[in-house]
């Protein structure tokens, strides 16, 4: 536990962006999940607007520090290559 007040809200924070961070991370995950799957499905159209939203939710991550930037282009990029792929 800690003792001084700088340490007890330091500690508040981590909490807090702790719990932030993997509601984020979760998202995307689950969104890559899905555009992932309508690659498998041959759906392009699906997973054209899905990719959208991936994008979209990797940006914010990198945004708010959960993603690095780099991390999360390689990501799009890919997705993006799998998608393009389609017929």
Known sequence: MPNHKSAIKRTRQNDKR????NEIRSAARTAVKKVRAA???QDKDTA???FV??????????SKG??????????????????NKLP
């Open 53 to 62: 939203e991936v994008s979209s939710l990797l940006d914010g991550s990198v």
């Open 39 to 41: 690659i498998e499905a």
């Open 18 to 21: 702790r719990i932030r961070n």
């Open 48 to 50: 054209q607007k899905l």
């Open 66 to 83: 959960v993603h690095h930037a780099k991390n999360a282009a390689r990501r799009v990029s890919r997705l993006a290559l799998q998608i």
